[in-house]
């Protein structure tokens, strides 16, 4: 555990900005800063930080809060991995005991797999530099591949001695479990009580690290040669470990990314390392898989522009219109570089220094349209029925470009170069996106049904209006939150202040001032005494919790509200507080249009502020109003299948209820200004 004035000390030094700008490029717009949502397949920006808040928000999925549940969200770490995260990245130190053998058990099957690839890598690395077989194997192969001891150690490259068991005996004296050796494929076998044996024995080993650099996984590759066996071995997928969405590379290239706008894709391990090596830092490796839409994604939170690199040979090109399509469906700008016959990146890399490399590129890097167009027309020659195809095959890339003007562009370009009309064009392209967008709805919905089976109905928060991806049944929830959330933004702020012109003797000069002549209550104690004196309690388990801490800090004058509940130790609390302090959960535009106001984004939360003596107790009201609705509805279903004899305890209650509504109706019609308060 980490005690509280370290955890403040960790919310107060994370700034949203820092911690988002890791994983995400985003621009300003005003006063906030957007970007493509890590959380979702976001194709246009959607994603806000507010560094006044200090929170960030997806108004597409509704991912969000503050810098503490992005890191929890975004690496799927718990709450106090997540402040460690923070902690580390700020310089501030967390004191930690060794786990005992309890606490490793006590922890997540996740968490537990990442500490145990961190204890891999930290040991390949050891075996690399200080065992005899190490250095005589492993080390030498790296610099016979020409890899300088910099750059071996930025990458955190390893080796995995030749006997079958060292690694998971090790492994296995320092306490972590057969169990979790298995699930991250570190050890293989095992069964029927035998051995645990290496997965990577006799192999360097090159770990694949995520975004935030913690080690996912490893790749392993073999110096001796032995039949049936594969020259590359990859640990298997995993809780931790999807290779369809992480690329080799990206902890280290992402920055450079940013900087230059562009990234380079190639296929493998060293071929990222050899470009490294040679100044060019922003590029990352499918690792030998066909490209996916998660790597994509990946790639697109940095930058839009990609160009693609790969060997001349007729293998390099195949790969090279594999994974064209999926890029331009994805919004990316692509440009392919064959590089010469021969060569690969690594090689190639090896004989250029960075600005030569740069220069190479500049001068043969080609359009994806061009590239496929001309590389097509070779192919087929003077043969009428393969050039038709060729059309065919170029105007399913196009298709799927989703934005109209580089379509447009792309057609104009097309007709030129295969001498075919426009309007030809268009009308196939149109065809073939007609299909195409049938299909994504048709996938999509299958996967919505999907999710929907799978999904539990154990929401964290009360409405969908904070978690749109929620939906709640309890039908007071909508209520509560929107008192909730004047107690969370507000506190103890009074509801309202009366000011008089007062005149003041300053010298010789007499001025007036505002003089403050009378205050309300406080925000939280206004609906305390308001709810409570009708005896209605939040039905929420969360917001009750909420509130009754706020409740304790009524009498504490410098209780502010927003921040402590911002920086609360329970992670559905504080992410529940930044919901509620957002923008997006202002005053609806319904609530103002009753109270004849109209709210612009620039001003909303000084009206709001100004406007608290009629929106606190109207949101009471409506709480109020909608009790007795619901009590309504009960007393008359109890009338129609009651016993007789309770008919006129029900005719009653029932008169009682409909008064309470008159009286609420007129209050909910008119604008409300507290008579206790004049």
Request: glycine residues 6%.
């Amino acid at each position: 555990m980490i005690d509280q004035g370290t955890i403040t000390r960790i919310q107060d030094a994370a700034q949203i900005m820092d911690i988002v700008s890791d994983f995400v490029t985003l621009r300003r717009r005003g006063v906030n800063w957007v970007g493509l949502c890590p959380f979702h397949d976001d194709r246009t920006p959607s994603f806000y930080v507010s560094p006044s808040k200090n929170i960030c928000k997806c108004f597409a999925c509704g991912e969000g809060g503050t810098p503490i549940h992005f890191v929890m969200k975004h690496e799927q770490l718990s709450y106090y991995e997540a402040l460690k995260y923070v902690a580390r990245k700020y310089g501030i130190e967390v004191v930690e005991k060794e786990f005992t053998d309890e606490e490793k058990q006590a922890q997540s099957d996740r968490e537990s797999m990442f500490i145990l690839n961190e204890y891999a890598r930290d040991y390949f690395v050891k075996t690399l530099h200080k065992h005899p077989e190490g250095k005589a194997v492993g080390l030498s192969y790296f610099r016979e591949r020409g890899f300088r001891d910099d750059i071996v150690k930025k990458f955190q490259l390893g080796y995995s001695c030749e006997q079958r068991d060292a690694f998971s005996v090790e492994a296995q004296k320092a306490g972590f479990r057969k169990e979790f050796l298995l699930k991250t494929g570190l050890s293989t076998g095992g069964e029927h009580n035998q051995p645990l044996v290496d997965r990577f024995r006799g192999r360097v080993i090159f770990p694949v690290h995520t975004l935030s650099g913690k080690v996912v996984a490893f790749g392993g590759r073999i110096l001796k040669k032995a039949e049936n066996v594969g020259k590359y071995v990859n640990s298997p997928e995993s809780e931790i470990y999807s290779k369809s969405n992480e690329l080799y590379g990206i902890y280290f290239a992402k920055n450079a990314i940013v900087k230059q706008d562009k990234s380079f894709l190639v296929e493998g391990y060293t071929d990222v390392i050899c470009m490294h090596q040679a100044g060019i830092e922003n590029v990352v490796a499918s690792s030998g898989t066909a490209l996916t839409h998660g790597q994509i994604r990946m790639i697109h939170r940095f930058s839009e522009n990609i160009t693609l690199l790969y060997d001349g040979d007729a293998a390099g090109i195949k790969a090279a219109l594999r994974g064209i399509d999926l890029l331009l469906e994805d919004g990316m700008n692509v440009k392919v570089v064959l590089l010469p016959e021969g060569e690969d990146p690594d090689s190639f890399a090896k004989k250029q220094n960075a600005e030569d490399f740069h220069r190479y590129i500049a001068e043969h890097e080609v359009d994806f349209i061009r590239f496929k167009t001309q590389l097509l027309l070779n192919e087929v020659g003077d043969d009428p029925i393969k050039r038709a195809g060729l059309i065919s095959n170029v105007v399913e890339s196009i298709a799927l470009i989703p934005n109209s003007i580089t379509r447009s562009v792309y057609i104009q370009d097309c007709s030129r170069m295969l001498n075919i009309q426009e309007q030809v064009l268009i009308a196939e392209i149109n065809k073939k996106r007609v299909k195409h967008l049938e299909r994504k709805k048709e996938q999509s919905d299958k996967e919505k049904e999907r999710s929907e089976k799978q999904s539990q109905p154990a929401p964290i928060f009360g409405t969908s209006q904070v978690s749109p991806h929620v939906i709640s049944e309890n039908p007071f929830d909508k209520y509560e939150l929107e008192i909730l959330r004047y107690v969370v933004r507000y506190g103890n702020a009074p509801i309202y202040q009366k000011f008089e012109k007062q005149k003041k003797k300053v010298g010789r000069e007499v001025i007036e001032e505002d003089v403050l002549v009378e205050e309300g209550m406080g925000v939280t104690e206004f609906v305390h005494f308001d709810l409570g004196r009708d005896h209605i309690s939040f039905s929420n388990e969360l917001y009750r919790q909420i509130f009754e801490e706020a409740v304790e800090h009524i009498d504490d004058p410098n209780f502010e509200a927003s921040r402590f509940f911002l920086s609360h130790p329970d992670p559905q609390v504080s992410k529940l507080a930044s919901e509620l302090i957002s923008d997006r959960y202002q005053l609806s535009k319904i609530h103002s249009k009753i109270l004849g106001e109209e709210m612009d984004d620039k001003n909303s939360r000084l009206l709001e502020r100004n406007r608290l003596n009629s929106y606190v107790p109207r949101a009471t009201t409506e709480l109020k109003n909608f009790y007795v609705l619901q009590k309504i509805k009960e007393v008359k279903d109890a009338m129609k299948s009651g016993d007789q004899n309770d008919y006129v305890t029900l005719i009653n209650q029932l008169q009682q209820l409909q008064e309470m509504k008159k009286v609420l109706a007129k209050e909910l019609g008119e604008r409300i200004v507290l008579k206790y308060f004049n």
